[in-house]
């Protein structure tokens, strides 16, 4: 399933905004403040809202008047996806809408809808329609051979009008679109990379995916080593290229059943525990793990890589991103860096402009002088750094 745009209403600094036509691989740029956390932030916030519901998705980030758009306060908070995904064999484009609304003073769902076009013609149709906690979903959507208005509506009502429809409806396969949804955003990966959270000692368990922040980065490798071992190997390989006199890195179980992950330099006899390592190897080894999962989540996101790593690396990190985003993994990452950004593609970059207290999303592509720039030899990061992405530069 790939994520093809986004569309937010009064959500914080974004009053009005859409990110269309997303690719594989996108790059957000833009100044402090301008919004690049916020942007992500909506998968958190829809990923906290089915976890828990949307009231304590949003007390989490100060409660529906901190969240909603400054001077719009009377107003909803509107959020659109749009995703492909294969239903009856056929790659179809799913929007999933949300509005959130004040009522006596609290948060509610004044609508989720879930719709897909059923045929090559005509309106896209509701697989599932809820409002202020009640609604229907469609129990026989692959019956291809009914029209329209002879499928089955299963109609509800949830426990509580802030709670997701498809949190609870997810969870049964006959609501196809409604699981597939649910699926994907409990698969999304949003990296919150913590250097010193990677450094800890972990007790003994399993772990096939790096956490958020990193804290399980030695039960990972320590399952990529022991399941996938050609994996870890190439790991390994990339990693004694790109940081000089790394040849080994080993997660070790002790007697007192805690994982240890200790890095073996060339020029010593003894290998080093991670705490003992520098901040750039620890990030570097951390990425490669996470790039070479064996099973690439289908959204990654990731705030700014760039942090401790050697500017003469960031070529490498962003091919790395490309190519887990060719082997199925959707990647957006946001970034600071001339040096990651002459690795981008133009048509993977956009950036954010905040004027007067509201945030836009423009597409590098989509404007001439730097469009032409980049078709004349120079590179995207010295575009950039010329102040040539109109809005994007702090001054």
């Not at 009231?55 to 492909?84: C, D, T």
């Not at 045929?119 to 509701?126: D, M, T």
């Not at 697989?127 to 906690?133: P, T």
């Not at 003994?204 to 990529?224: K, P, R, T």
Request: charged fraction near 30%; charge should be neutral; glycine fraction near 6%.
């Amino acid at each position: 399933m790939k994520i093809e745009s986004i569309s937010l209403k009064n959500f914080k600094t974004f009053q009005s905004a859409e990110l269309k036509d997303i690719p594989p691989m996108c790059v957000i740029v833009g100044a402090n403040g301008s919004g690049k956390s916020t942007l992500f932030d909506v998968f958190n916030f829809i990923k906290d809202a089915m976890k828990d519901n949307v009231q304590k998705a949003l007390s989490k980030r100060g409660g529906f008047k901190e969240v909603v758009s400054r001077g719009h306060e009377n107003e909803q908070i509107e959020l659109k996806i749009q995703f492909r995904m294969p239903v009856a064999n056929v790659q179809r484009l799913v929007t999933y809408q949300l509005q959130i609304t004040l009522k006596n003073n609290r948060p509610i769902i004044k609508r989720e809808v879930l719709r897909y076009k059923r045929g090559a013609y005509g309106s896209p149709y509701h697989f599932l329609d809820f409002q202020y906690g009640k609604g229907y979903a469609i129990t026989n959507e692959e019956d291809f051979n009914k029209p329209d208005e002879q499928l089955d509506r299963e109609e509800q009502t949830l426990d509580s009008p802030n709670i997701l429809a498809i949190k609870g409806l997810g969870q049964f396969k006959r609501f196809k679109a409604a699981t597939a949804f649910r699926q994907l955003i409990e698969s999304w990966n949003l990296s919150d990379f913590k250097i010193n959270q990677a450094r800890q000692i972990q007790d003994d368990g399993y772990a096939e995916h790096l956490s958020s922040e990193g804290e399980n980065l030695s039960l990972v490798a320590q399952f990529i080593y022991e399941e996938h071992r050609d994996i870890f190997d190439k790991i390994l390989s990339k990693l004694s290229e790109r940081v000089p006199g790394i040849h080994n890195v080993k997660a070790k179980t002790t007697e007192e059943g805690r994982v240890l992950l200790k890095f073996q330099d060339s020029a010593f006899k003894d290998p080093f525990l991670a705490r003992y390592v520098s901040d750039g190897t620890i990030k570097m080894f951390a990425y490669l793990i996470l790039l070479h999962e064996p099973s690439p989540h289908p959204l990654l996101c990731v705030e700014e890589p760039e942090n401790q790593l050697y500017p003469d690396l960031l070529y490498e990190l962003a091919e790395e991103f490309r190519l887990y985003s060719l082997r199925g993994g959707q990647v957006m990452v946001s970034s600071h860096s001339p040096d990651f950004l002459n690795a981008i593609e133009l048509d993977e970059i956009f950036w954010l402009v905040k004027k007067d207290g509201y945030t836009t999303i423009r597409r590098a592509r989509e404007v001439e002088l730097v469009s032409n720039l980049v078709k004349g030899g120079d590179k995207p990061g010295w575009v950039w750094k010329k102040g040539l992405f109109e809005g994007a530069n702090p001054k």
